[in-house]
């Protein structure tokens, strides 16, 4: 099994909809981060958490909120959806060292129509 | 602020080519180092990294050095195969509160031809 997950992997919604996407891990993380990814401009950081009380914006989180629910869950939501927002999603989770690694889930391909 | 500078792609190169992907990066302080791979329809996985001044990161053939000196983190592979075909991303850690924040670079596209 996936070390982390990402629901749903691909959605179509219309402008103005609200839409959650998930993030699940079983690596016993703290720290967890969603990006997004849009081509030609690398992995974008929206929102990150270093425990369940601590939630942090990155560089582009507006129009966006996000939920840590538990230890290995947060999700990140798109208030209401807007076409600029259509990109690949990524959720990723860290250990507590400095200088450790990012573990990535799948992503999730949203279109905004 | 801290940043990464890649490579434009794309790179088409022919099997058992050697390959160079170069990346420079600006930061205060002293980063580790990392470079990700993304192989189509998948998320990010980490190909190699290194964490101080002239340590060489080394995986499935690809090796990187960390240049302090010159600040770049250039990636290498003697001879690629077209399993490498990917998109490879640069990126250094950004300290913040004692945990890392990950910045990347844009992203460089490899595709081999057989």
């Known amino acids: 099994d996936a070390d982390v997950t990402q629901t749903p992997r691909n959605r179509i919604t219309k402008t103005g909809k609200r839409i959650m996407l998930e993030c699940s891990q079983t690596?016993?993380?703290?720290?967890m981060y969603w990006y997004r990814q849009d081509p030609g401009l690398g992995l974008r950081l929206i929102y990150y958490?270093?425990?369940?009380?601590?939630?942090n914006k990155g560089e582009i989180s507006d129009g966006y909120s996000v939920s840590r629910q538990a230890q290995a869950k947060f999700s990140l939501s798109l208030e209401s959806a807007i076409p600029n927002q259509t990109a690949l999603y990524f959720c990723?989770?860290?250990?507590?060292?400095?200088?450790?690694?990012?573990?990535f889930g799948p992503g999730t391909r949203l279109t905004v129509l | 602020g801290n940043s990464v500078t890649q490579m434009e792609g794309p790179v088409t190169l022919s099997e058992e080519a050697f390959l160079t992907i170069n990346c420079t990066y600006t930061?205060?302080?002293?980063?580790?180092l990392f470079w990700y791979v993304q192989y189509p329809g998948e998320g990010l996985q980490l190909l190699l990294k290194?964490?101080?001044?002239?340590d060489k990161g080394s995986n499935k053939g690809f090796e990187a050095t960390y240049r302090k000196e010159t600040t770049s983190f250039h990636l290498e592979k003697g001879s690629v195969q077209v399993s490498d075909s990917a998109v490879y991303f640069c990126?250094?850690?950004?300290?913040?509160?004692?945990?890392?924040?990950?910045?990347f670079g844009s992203g460089t596209r490899l595709s081999i031809r057989p």
């Open positions: 990723a989770t860290s250990g507590a060292g400095a200088r450790d690694e990012q573990f």
């Open positions: 690596k016993g993380h703290d720290r």
């Open positions: 958490s270093f425990d369940v009380k601590d939630i």
């Open positions: 930061a205060t302080g002293y980063p580790s």
């Open positions: 290194a964490t101080k001044a002239d």
């Open positions: 990126a250094l850690s950004d300290k913040a509160r004692s945990a890392s924040k990950i910045i």
